[in-house]
């Protein structure tokens, strides 16, 4: 008996001892997030568990969708190549935590950019790469055409989110007298409104979108003009590093700079061979020294628009007209500033 | 003998026949379900549910239900009313491997038919060392198994004693079934072989020289063999599905007897600090939820650990999980424990037993046997709750499943995954319990 006792005993003592000098060591200073991807060979992107056209599984178990595009392109633009990146689904809560933490090195997961998230979380938030905003879906044989003739119906949204919160805002400002009906689970949700349980469901719009497509017949749905929130869907890193906050933000601009002067993913080798506009020139590292002030390899915008393709091209292949969301880019926020939208390039100099 | 005439003697009325001997099914039916009107109107009110819920659950189901589509649009369009099959049959593969690299699945099965050939020998009576069968099942097969399904250049990326034991393990393996082949052919096993020779250089210690001795000659070649060979690495973050939910579950089995053990047997210790800290450790576990043990394991330890030492979530799951399902068997074992006679224990001390001989050779045996039933139940409960790690992002088959509904060609796909994912763990479930059924008649008919 004395014999087990004693072996028990040492054995947590030795337990405790680890403990207690583990938890010592833990006061060490984090090294720049840069220096730390290149250390550990691949970026960790924190997104979220999924969701269709931003980031979402296929059947061989890939990630793809927007979010995913937008790491994939910052990869490249670190290491020249797309697929040394692994994504971390996180939940809503955590996501906060995994950045400050520096187990992930960039945060892309539809993600609002709002003033409390940005002051008050250890984030700096860094560029909108998709306006989105909330709205509302209804059947189509009620017969509304706009928000203010769902006077007195009834909502479904789910518990928690902004949208509940916008939504209570915007039925007493409207004196819409809005009745809510709240759920958990978005598949639950879902049913419900297509069981007719409510008559209206409320969320962002590219998540109507996706929700329409998931009806058991899209013609019979509308999702009704107006847009009563603004969700700005931004990148975020961690506070107070600025080199690797210019790799993120310099990536996208990349992004949607080769738009602007019509680089694409298929055209891009030959631009940067052949092409004689300055700018362009300037883009691709094939003049100039735009590389060193941000520590990547002279043709680090090469890589980003030749793995990824540009803003354009990563929209329509993942939420424009022809993908499973269908959203229309011409004439909202997330068009070029030349056809009316907010995105506009930086200049490349 | 029966001379005298006025002496009466018993005769045997012949017996009557049994009241209404008939046994057809009219009339079985007639007495059990229709003998009062009350019954009769609960019968035929069952009889229409039943038809009712069956029927469209076949309708759905089966009659019009979809099984080659391309899309769930496809699907909606041909028949809205049915399930769409063809979106779980697409995504099977990642259902059962997650997002295992698909030309490398082979691995995954390749090692789950080792780790059920490894116990085959257990049916032969014949062979030598058949306990430590399951103890190396226990303690190596899991190095062999990551090694499989990790990858990597051998010996460098899992490390020299990983690669030690991996060798080790595949030595043993072929070990074991050499033996088993040589004992179902009656001959001597191949420790027996080279007893002659070890017998001449070791004066003592024969038996387990020669175990040894052959084992590491098979292990030799089996490491060469290994290291000239590389897998393609595959890391944690990619194993999912039924793969994954199979890999905690059988980890938290099979660690939970030992810890259960530990604690059942420390909370009956007379020792104070280890009854307390046993109790505090059973007590604070089973007092919370597995959602919060999981939530804590994945926040907390890294932080308790050193932080030059990354622990990959699989680990940290591994480990809540372990505790979580030891806790509970602790009171398993405390209760089998506690239904054996005081005279066991009299009884091995009056044969000069110490404690753990006591506790090894004659409590534990029967509490464990006593308690199968709560045994299997917990075991089963374990692998029910393992879905529970999809919430912390674990890609089990529960995440794979819910994945499916947000893949673009199957977009709100929800309901056909999860009926699929019912089926498989009833079917998995039910036969642990006819497992365990089988297991009592076997222990019951060796003790009579």
Known sequence: ?349 | MNNDAGLKQFVAKPARVPPHNDQSLVRRIHSRCFNTPGNSVLTIAVIILAWYIIRSALDWAVFDAMWNADTRRECLNISPNGACWAGVISWFNGLIYGRYPADQQWRVDLGFILAVMWLFPLMSKKIAYRNFILVSWIGLYPFFGAYLFLGGEFGAEVGIIHALFTSLAAGFFILLYANWLLAALNQPDLCERVRPLVAWLFPRGIQVICLLVVWGALSLPVALILSQMALEPVAIERWGGLFLTLIIATFAITMSIPIGVVLALGRQSKLPVIHWMSLLTIELVRAVPLITVLFMAVTLLPIFLPSDMELDKLSQVLFAVCIFSGAYMAENIRGGLQAIPRGQYEAAQSLGLGYSMTMLLIVLPQALRLMIPNIMTSFISILKDTTLVSIIGLFDIMLMARNIANDKDWIGLHTEPIAMISILFFIICYSMSQYSLNLEKRLKADRS
Request: aromatic letters at 10%; hydrophobic letters at 40%.
């Open chain 1, 1 to 349: 008996m004395n014999k087990v006792t004693s072996i028990v005993a040492a054995g947590t003592a030795v337990f405790l001892m680890q403990a207690a000098t583990s938890t010592a060591a833990m006061a060490q200073d984090k090294a720049s997030t840069l220096q730390q991807v290149k250390d550990r060979g691949y970026l960790s992107c924190v997104i979220g568990n999924s969701f269709p056209g931003f980031y979402s599984l296929d059947k061989d178990g890939e990630w793809q969708g927007m979010d995913i595009d937008m790491c994939r392109g910052v990869a490249a633009a670190v290491f020249g190549d797309p697929t040394k990146v692994k994504f971390m689904p996180v939940q809503w809560a955590q996501s906060f935590t995994t950045i400050k933490s520096g187990e992930g090195d960039m945060l892309s997961k539809g993600m609002t950019w709002t003033l409390s998230r940005d002051t008050s979380q250890g984030l700096d938030f860094l560029e909108t790469y998709f306006y989105d905003g909330q709205g509302f879906m209804v059947r189509k044989d009620l017969g509304v055409n706009s928000v203010k003739d769902l006077k007195g119906a009834t909502v479904c949204v789910l518990t928690g989110t902004s949208s509940e919160l916008n939504l209570a805002d915007y039925s007493r400002t409207h004196g819409l007298d809005l009745k809510t009906v709240v759920f958990d689970d978005s598949a639950v949700r879902n049913t419900a409104f297509f069981n007719e349980n409510c008559d209206a469901l409320t969320n962002d719009k590219s998540g109507l979108a996706a929700q329409r497509s998931a009806a058991p017949n899209p013609d019979d749905y509308i999702v009704l003009p107006e847009t009563i929130s603004k969700e700005a869907l931004s990148f975020a890193v961690t506070q107070n590093d600025s080199e690797w906050a210019n790799i993120v933000k310099w990536t996208f601009e990349t992004m949607v700079a080769a738009e602007e002067y019509g680089i694409t993913s298929k055209n891009v080798d030959d631009l940067r061979a052949n092409s004689e506009n300055p700018v362009i020139r300037r883009i691709l590292g094939v003049e100039g020294d735009l590389n060193t002030g941000l520590g990547l390899s002279p043709d680090w915008a090469y890589q980003v628009v030749k793995a990824v393709g540009n803003y354009g091209e990563i929209y329509e292949r993942n939420v424009g007209t022809n993908s499973v969301l269908g959203l229309e880019r011409k004439g909202t926020l997330n068009a070029l500033w030349q056809d009316g939208g907010l995105m506009y390039a930086k200049s490349f100099r």
